[in-house]
């Protein structure tokens, strides 16, 4: 019984201290000053809907830009891009990296890249408007190709 009190307890506990609270704000003012600096740089003419704040199970935040065009941005507590997606109408090319842009129109050149993930900061997914996935060391050269 004494078990069972003490597992119960422990399970609050742990869900309050791990929970994730979200936070939406209006602007970019909530995210990082480098998350900043790569929307005015790259998305200057971009509106963004919400920003929501949010907190990982080790208590780190992570920020959700969502732009009116359906742009959504996932910003790191550091204000590095973790994931890039835009189903509707693919990612505009100046916010995807060269090498990955060139490589993608050149052997693929009537798709749009709707998704860029980076995968534990040594290489990238990349997911195309025809549902192929293609991966990326962190020096941008291509390792596979998943169809």
């Given at each position: 019984?004494?078990?069972?009190?003490?597992?119960?307890?422990?399970?609050?506990?742990?869900?309050?201290?791990?929970?994730?609270?979200?936070?939406?704000?209006?602007?970019?003012?909530?995210?990082?000053?480098?998350?900043?600096?790569?929307?005015?740089?790259?998305?200057?003419?971009?509106?963004?809907?919400?920003?929501?704040?949010?907190?990982?199970?080790?208590?780190?935040?992570?920020?959700?830009?969502?732009?009116?065009?359906?742009?959504?941005?996932?910003?790191?507590?550091?204000?590095?891009w973790i994931d890039m997606e835009s189903a509707k109408i693919g990612l505009p090319q100046n916010i995807i990296p060269e090498?990955?842009?060139?490589?993608?129109?050149?052997?693929?050149?009537?798709?749009?890249?709707?998704?860029?993930?980076?995968?534990?900061?040594?290489?990238?997914?990349?997911?195309?408007?025809?549902?192929?996935?293609?991966?990326?060391?962190?020096?941008?050269?291509?390792?596979?190709?998943?169809?």
């Amino acid at each position: 019984m004494k078990m069972m009190v003490f597992a119960a307890v422990m399970v609050c506990v742990c869900s309050l201290g791990f929970s994730k609270g979200n936070i939406f704000v209006q602007g970019k003012e909530k995210l990082p000053l480098k998350a900043q600096i790569f929307i005015d740089d790259k998305l200057a003419k971009e509106r963004i809907v919400y920003v929501k704040e949010s907190r990982t199970l080790f208590l780190r935040k992570e920020y959700l830009a969502v732009f009116a065009t359906g742009l959504k941005i996932e910003f790191d507590n550091n204000g590095n891009w973790i994931d890039m997606e835009s189903a509707k109408i693919g990612l505009p090319q100046n916010i995807i990296p060269e090498k990955i842009w060139q490589y993608v129109k050149e052997f693929n050149c009537s798709v749009n890249i709707v998704e860029i993930e980076k995968i534990r900061h040594s290489s990238m997914r990349v997911l195309l408007s025809n549902k192929r996935e293609l991966f990326f060391d962190k020096y941008y050269n291509r390792m596979e190709i998943d169809v």
